[in-house]
């Protein structure tokens, strides 16, 4: 990699982590595992620039254990883990003299301090992207800019051909502005997530549903917040309740006006023919729920090396996104040889990561959406900052407001549309000013 001075550069000098601890309001059910609690991870991360001055930036990420390693070991040492795992980053960091834009850091910070991780690349990643994402947010600040602002030659030494290699398209002279929306939009569409939990009719109801204000039952919150979009949750193991399941949400979609669905297996699928058979029943009974299934999210197990299945048959049928899978844009490519169409991004696997994973897909005709990772409080932020410079086939999913609303109160005062949905869109408009637009000192949270 090239990397001639440049005056903006910038190297971490400090770092700190708080640990924020959130309760759901109901279960979310993915794959085979349940979530009930989160730990949000949050880094206050100092760096200095050239001329000596400083600057503070914030990140922050739930460490989602279910979802960045599904295990039959106990939770409870999968977390001690996780946390043992994140600590140990402030003191990597603050020793990790490197010049440059947060994109060079952060890129040598992955492939030279993440690679012999114990724990999996996926949970690695999760751990270490409320310093990158901090990283990137003090960069903006330092320099009195919002960070997108920066994705290019003035502010990067190196173009993207020093990222990204490819047999198809030339990188050179490219930086990430070339794949980013000039023009961001302010409103999103919002995707709502229905989990394996999630009751769907009154008969679905136990009694030990929270009576906090909240919808409960699917058509609740459809009429509440105004939704068109809703993303299924399956098992991948039982492909009667998954058919059976989606036929019952396309139907409700149908009644409701609901235009878009995504059906997402969660990596528990090992053969194409279990998600051709659900889909090509779906077009032959009931025709009008298929139309409406934008893309099936990643149904096969996200370890691509260990499992390279070819899936043409699948995104034959419907664009066929990586999530889990989707690591880096090498993965990325990988998925796409195997018949991968689309790519579905999260800022929990580093900004750093998600920008270059966008630019690679883009390059390359690939689909992109933003997935979430139930993202609360500051999390939520460069959430959907992404969504809106990614150009996404559809929106962004946002469902914190669904499992834990109240999280969010603090920052709600200051982004009000960004914590609730209405007309089924995510209102930006109050996000502005340097780094990500936190607004950190209007907010005020108190941290442990």
């Known amino acids: 990699m090239i990397t001639p001075n440049l005056p903006t550069d910038v190297r971490v000098v400090g770092a700190k982590l708080y640990l924020l601890p959130v309760e759901t309001r109901v279960p979310l059910k993915f794959g085979p595992e349940t979530l009930t609690s989160v730990t949000c991870a949050r880094v206050r991360l100092r760096i200095e620039g050239r001329d000596g001055r400083t600057a503070e930036g914030w990140g922050e990420t739930p460490l989602s254990v279910q979802w ?41 910070f992955n492939r030279s301090r993440l690679s012999d991780s114990n724990l999996p690349h996926l949970a690695a990643l999760v751990c270490n992207s409320p310093f990158d994402i901090a990283l990137h947010d003090a960069y903006g600040n330092l320099h009195a800019v919002p960070i997108y602002s920066t994705y290019n030659r003035k502010f990067l030494s190196n173009d993207l051909a020093q990222f990204l290699e490819s047999d198809e398209y030339d990188f050179t002279g ?151 899978s989707a690591h880096d844009w090498r993965l990325v490519r990988r998925g796409r040889e195997l018949g991968w169409t689309g790519v579905a991004l999260k800022t929990c696997k580093t900004q750093t990561g998600a920008i270059l994973s966008l630019c690679w897909a883009k390059a390359h005709g690939m689909q992109l959406m933003v997935q979430d990772l139930t993202n609360p409080m500051l999390a939520q932020i460069p959430h959907v900052l992404l969504a809106a410079h990614a150009r996404t086939i559809m929106g962004v999913e946002t469902n914190a407001m669904q499992f834990y609303p109240a999280a969010s109160d603090i920052e709600a005062r200051v982004h009000p549309g960004l914590y609730e949905r209405r007309d089924g869109r995510v209102d930006l408009s109050t996000i502005h000013g340097q780094g990500f637009g936190y607004r950190v000192e209007e907010i005020g949270r108190r941290l442990p």
């Open 68 to 108: 960045v390693w599904p295990s039959v070991l106990p939770y409870s040492e999968r977390y001690d883990a996780l946390l043992k795992f994140t600590r140990g980053l402030i003191p990597a960091w603050t020793a990790f003299d490197h010049w440059g834009h947060p994109l060079e850091i952060g890129d040598a």
């Open 174 to 324: 490219k930086y990430p502005c070339d794949f980013l929306a000039a023009s961001p939009p302010r409103t999103l569409p919002a995707w709502h997530l229905i989990g394996g939990l999630d009751p769907l009719e009154s008969a679905d109801l136990t009694g030990n549903e929270p009576s906090d204000g909240h919808p409960v039952l699917l058509r609740d919150w459809i009429a509440r917040d105004g939704l068109t979009c809703l993303k299924i949750k399956l098992r991948g193991t039982d492909a009667a309740w998954d058919y059976d399941r989606l036929v019952q949400v396309g139907r409700i979609a149908i009644e409701t006006g609901v235009a878009n669905l995504s059906a997402d297996f969660n990596c528990t699928v090992t053969d194409p023919a279990y998600v051709n058979e659900i889909l090509d029943r779906l077009a032959a009974d009931e025709p009008e729920v298929f139309r409406r299934v934008l893309y099936v999210e990643q149904p096969f197990p996200y370890e691509l090396e260990e499992h390279p299945i070819d899936v043409h048959s699948v995104s034959r049928l419907k664009p066929l996104f990586m999530d889990e």
